[in-house]
């Protein structure tokens, strides 16, 4: 099956989680949603990233984004492993529901399978992969990290931040290299100066370039 990538609608799967089983659609409702891998429970980079995701739990609740994990070891595992977790990460409460794969059928239909991982018997295990999809169902970015190199959280909740920030000016907006939230935007190439003019009364400041183009023009919004 070709990867999934940017647009693509997430594959309306029913899936059995820690907190019940359910529709990923239904899941979604009108949420953003980060469905993540990890290659397996009990080991030690996925116990600190699955307790890293709880510890930022709220934040990302407060920004309307449901968080989803999943692996391929079973749901009894699972509720194994959180015990683990929470007492490796303060206490904060693993509140997302974690997906039990052990038929390894949803990494292939959601391409999560690492080719270079395998299991004690020979079996593929999932990638990092993580995929922010939103309200509309559809994935909006994806990360691909490897067994071997832990997601940087802060860096997830930045890109969620620009995510949202481009979708509430209808992608006429974007965010430049190495931005943080409260930081200001570039106009995207689309907008005009005069319609620049009319969504920013604030002002926007563009850079002079020796080519004399007027593309990099900067708002705080
Ligand atoms: C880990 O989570 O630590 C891990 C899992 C699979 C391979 C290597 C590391």
């Known amino acids: ?18 907190k019940g ?11 953003w949603i980060l469905l993540f891998s990890h290659p397996g429970d009990f080991t030690p980079v996925c116990t600190t990233e699955l307790g890293m995701m709880a510890k930022y739990s709220k ?33 904060h409460k693993v509140d997302y529901p974690i997906i039990g794969d052990s038929k390894r059928e949803i990494i292939k239909q959601l391409n999560m399978v690492d080719p270079d991982e395998k299991d004690g018997k ?23 990290y490897p067994a071997t ?3 940087n959280m802060d860096e997830v909740l930045r890109v969620v931040e ?3 920030k481009a979708r509430k000016y ?3 907006v974007a965010t430049p290299v190495n931005w943080n939230p409260g930081e200001k935007v570039v106009i995207a190439p689309s907008v005009t ?7 920013f009364p604030q002002g926007f400041q563009t850079v002079d370039l020796p080519s004399n183009k007027k593309y990099l023009r900067y708002a705080q919004v």
Do not use: Y
């Open 149 to 151: 190199t832990g997601r």
């Open 1 to 18: 099956m070709p990867g999934l990538t940017i647009g693509d609608i997430i594959p309306n799967l029913e899936v059995e989680t820690t």
């Open 122 to 144: 020979g079996n593929n295990m999932p990638s990092r992969a993580l995929h922010i999809i939103g309200p509309d169902k559809k994935i909006k970015l994806s990360f691909l």
């Open 59 to 91: 934040q990302f609740i407060e920004k309307g984004v449901k968080l989803l994990g999943l692996s391929c070891d079973d749901l009894t595992s699972h509720m194994e492993w959180i015990k683990d977790i929470e007492s490796n990460n303060g206490g």
């Open 170 to 172: 209808n992608n006429k």
């Open 21 to 31: 089983k359910f529709k990923i659609h239904d899941f979604i409702g009108e949420n």
């Open 193 to 199: 100066d005069e319609d620049a003019r009319k969504m």
């Open 162 to 164: 620009s995510l949202q």
